[in-house]
């Protein structure tokens, strides 16, 4: 029987590399947007609107990943196709990155809801009482002090989502664990704890590079303090 | 259409694992708590060797998917284990070693991972003046890091823990693999005995949900209780 | 210039001020003075609409509003035309010193970032901190902070200025410096709002004391009116806790 | 409390309609034109069916499909390899049309699908004991310890009926979700942490065994049953379910499925006669 080489379970998980890269690039900036959005609802405080953020937030943080793969994939079209949309055709690819969006966006609202809450009062009304408006004060004052604040724990989400593509197999997407899994099921799993291990060096590899980057944010980001000016006294 | 009758029956047949599901998921969570903070300690207090240790081992699970930690610790546990019950003579066949344990070991030590980054950011929260100001009263190190730092800390850290023991709750089901029965599984179990599948998972995602609500709901109630007394 | 009727606010179903009317000439500095919790601070949040008052009038300039329908234009108008120096300074945390008494002329005024930086430039030197232009406000100690704060607040050139207890949150050794900067503004005749509990320095610089209790104006008139020459029971019984100089004062005049 | 009533009536609202959505599947259709039908099959179930890393879907279930494919003109057979409770739940809401996977006739399937009367194979069930344990029936196995079994799959059925029609024999059984692969499955027998593995005999056990040396024995197979596919029930599909059922009675007949038997199996599997149900 013919069992690969390491070099060659290697190489054939990186063929197929890019399709994880995909997902997660895709699913990771759709779901910053989406969460956004969804922090934006709920801190504004829109009736109805709000209390749907909560839900999603909630359903998405609580219930496991695979559920929420296989209601997107295959809930969501025969649902849509009631009211005449028909997205039947949709990919599991498309399906994974919608599913993994919805994921991350819930569980983003949750740390941007914090951070944005972390900014206090007195930095909203002295931008209010010069005359700022909403906008003006959000992008110059209130965003930029969020981000530090939001950055350790957009950096853990996406650890979570980074595992958490690991799953899209179930649909049949041929990511580099469905690859994994294949090359483990083709001899038979008696070389699963080494392919495992291979695909375990690909994702600390990936979450290293995520850590780096999220590490280099923060360093951008965060050349003021955060304490308070009354703190600050002591310093001075 | 959905089977009403199977999702009843459902609802109870799952029902049946949400206590020992949820009593895994705490267990694990307190171990998760109790291995972060050693790391974030480690990590603080700068102690040579086990530092790097630590960074290594953190790198290794934050980067690992756990379905993929789970299987190296099934097939590898029982022989670490095995080698230090022989070093020390004990008569005891690792390869015995429940399914269980081997789900606690690898969420726990997952978790913690994440634990300590939360643990170590609650405690940078807490300012020094505070620490000063016990010390100025004559606490002990330990006096104060028990009761004035930690419930400070704590307050900072509560919404990150609630967040965690849903993570918790969600990899349990992935024990599943190596025999642990949860929800989840539960209801994998019911849907492939009776293919009724879609009933099964609706069922599932409402214990969930249902069990992160109250989740949410106690750690909102505690915050406000910690907050009213800081 | 600044002009109030039948002012109400109420928070939750706590009445904060039941029904205030108030008269301010261009060039008046206003001290209000009070117990805690009587209202003072609301008044000055209602001016730039940071309280959202019940009910209540209000002319300031050439805006004339009615709280009780007021547009959202009105209110960036409002405070487009005052500024505020905070109790707790609030300044920019992520800005810099000169970038936070730069920001709103660019982002509000839409100067030039030039003309922006030299006005800012002229004004730190004014408060005396053009040597921290570069730090940010946490390296600053509150003293300092403040000083900011008021040059940000004078950056863009209001009708009236708001000092919402300026010294409240100061070391008593830092109070000095920015009471000495506030009078420096007084002198130049801007109209000032202040809230206060330094009674020697409300006395020196304001020409308008206005006393309240329980959410009402109980007395309002010149420094003399006030510290020196007060019937009013009331006033008299706050001076005499707060501010004994002044019943002093009054055994000379009587 | 009411915030999760209302979301429990929000999320069974979703899936009843997505489950009630009929129709979608089947617009694909046109009239007279080759109807293309979703089917399924597991991917990592070797010599039943696998994928292997380059996309092929192999195994003697896949080639099962492709002849009856060849037989029938007016449908055309999507084949896509999906996890199991993938499988299940995607032929539920009609996203797939047509699974296979090694599944065996239960009340419930028939109930909620259409099934073709006639088997796609046999399933072998068989035991994998120690050589020289002397372990030979499902008896023999009181006391000792059973590997544990795939969740709901046909084999714990097999031994459950059995134990229901023996309780005298009271056997301790286990279930997993059946992600450990043969290979360890048989591994653990070798190294005595189980005594027996029970599980279809269409997984590569032989090679395993050859290829890692190991000293496991297969006495006869326990039982014998049929596999059938499973077909989401629509009107239209009767129609396919009749053909279907043609087709596979004629590549039994003819000897088509004993050759693909052989192929993946090494064995003819329908030279074994069917378990009787008791």
Redesign the interface.
Known sequence: ?ITPSTWEIVS?LLDVAHITFIILLASAVLGLLLGAVLTMINVKNIPVLKQIT??IS??T???????QL??V???????L??FGI?V?SMS?TVAAILALTLYHGG?LT?VLR?AYKAV?K??H?????????PT?KFF??IL??TVPVAL??WG?AL??L??DT??V????V?DI???A??????????N??QV??I??AI??????LS?GMVRLFEKKTQ?????????????? | MLNMEILVDNFFGILTVVPQTVALAITIFILSILIGTGMALVQEYNVPVLKQVVMLFKLFLRGTPLIVFIFIMYYSLPSIIGYFTELMNLDYNASNISPVVILIVAVSLTVSSFQAETIRGSFLSVSYGQIEAARSLGYTPFQAFKRIVTPQALVEALPEFGSAFLVVMKAISLGFMITVVDIFAEARLIAASNSYYVEAFVVAALMYWGVAALVVKLTGKYESYLVSRT | MLAIQNLKVSFGDKEVLKGVDLQVNKGDVVTFIGPSGTGKTTILKCVNYLVEPDEGHMQLADISVDFKKIHKKEILQLRRNTAMVFQQFNLFKNKTVVENVMDAQIAVQKKSKKEAYERSIDLLEKVGLLEKKDEYPSRLSGGQQQRVSIARALAVEPDVVLFDEPTSSLDPELVAEVLKVIERVAQTGVTILLVTHEMDFARKVSNKIVFMEKGHIVEQGSPEEIFEQSQNERTRQFLKHYYPEAIELMAVHS | MKKLTLSVFALGTVLTLAACGDDSASEVQADGDVRTIEVTVPPTSKNLSWQTADGKILGYEPDVLRAIDEKLEDYAFNIQAVADSAQETGLKTGKYELNVGGFYPTPEREEQYLVPGEPTGRSLIKMYVKEGSGIETLEDLVGKKITPFTAGGGTLQVVLDWQEANPEHELKLEESSGDIPYAQRLKEIDDGKYDAFIGPANLGQNEIIEELGLKVVQPDPIYVGETIMLIYKSEENEQLMEEVEQALKELREEGTLSEISEEYYGEDVFQYELTKKE
């Open positions: 029987m054939l909560v839900v909630s359903f943080r609580s219930v496991p990943i695979i559920i296989f209601i994939y295959y809930a969501l079209p025969p649902l196709g009631n028909n039947t599991a569980y949750e914090a206090e007195g930095q009304e002295a931008a209010d009482s010069l005359g700022y408006t003006k110059r004052i930029p002090q350790p724990g853990n650890i979570h980074i595992h690991s799953l197999f179930a649909l049949g041929a664990m469905g690859r899994e294949l090359i483990a099921a083709s001899s038979f799993g008696m699963q704890v495992f291990l695909v375990a994702y600390i590899a990936v979450t290293f850590d050349k003021f303090k955060l304490d308070s000016g009354l703190k600050a006294k002591r310093v001075a």
